[in-house]
């Protein structure tokens, strides 16, 4: 159940980031594809590492957004949809949950706030609008690509660029008593 879970978490985090109606700097409309694989890790404190991981299919549309969740074996766990409407998570078996926007939608999903709206802007190698009032720890390589830096509890490192954004992410937030790790591989 927690796979289920974390694999439900990364794919609302990276869509939640997505749906951001605050922008930094103009986006263009072009599509914006991002694939690969992905890793979620759990830790409580005093017990074992919960995992999981499978790939990632994101396509940003402009006005949709549509994320899919592979299994390791090459099954669909689940996809998720967003328009300004609304954001729908499909499960494999039919079943769906909708909500207004994709936080809300994590929350309804596995009963947690995540702060995820900056994400849509550190798949692209960039910080966020109000970034600087929260984010320390800044780093660039020689080519002024974002490398690293902490913001809202998240530390960040982005490496490996290509024309569209960092090809590998980590992602990582000790909360109370639990160390959440994210890392995305695109390919």
């Known amino acids: 159940m927690i796979r289920w879970v974390l694999a439900i978490a990364l794919g609302l985090m990276l869509l939640a980031g997505c749906a951001v109606t605050e922008i930094p700097a103009p986006v263009s409309t072009a599509d914006f594809a991002r694939s690969g694989r992905f890793a979620v890790q759990s830790q409580r404190f005093n017990q074992n590492?919960?995992?999981?991981?499978?790939?990632?299919?994101?396509?940003d549309r402009g006005n949709t957004l549509l994320l899919d969740l592979i299994s390791p074996m090459g099954g669909t766990l689940a996809r998720v949809s967003v328009n300004s409407r609304e954001a729908v998570l499909?499960?494999?078996?039919?079943?769906?949950?909708?909500?207004t926007s994709p936080d809300e939608l994590i929350q309804i999903a596995i009963g947690q706030n995540m702060p995820v709206s900056d994400l849509r802007d550190w798949l692209r190698g960039r910080l966020s609008k109000h970034a600087a009032s929260t984010v320390r720890d800044l780093s660039r390589d020689e080519l002024g690509h974002l490398t690293g830096f902490t913001q809202d509890g998240w530390q960040v490192n982005l490496s490996k660029y290509d024309g569209l954004g960092p090809r590998a992410i980590a992602l990582r937030r000790d909360l109370a008593g639990q160390q959440l790790s994210i890392r995305l591989i695109v390919d």
Do not use: H, V
Not at 90 to 99: C, F, K, L, V
């Open 90 to 99: 499909t499960r494999s078996n039919g079943e769906t949950i909708s909500a």
């Open 49 to 59: 590492p919960e995992n999981s991981q499978g790939g990632f299919a994101w396509q």
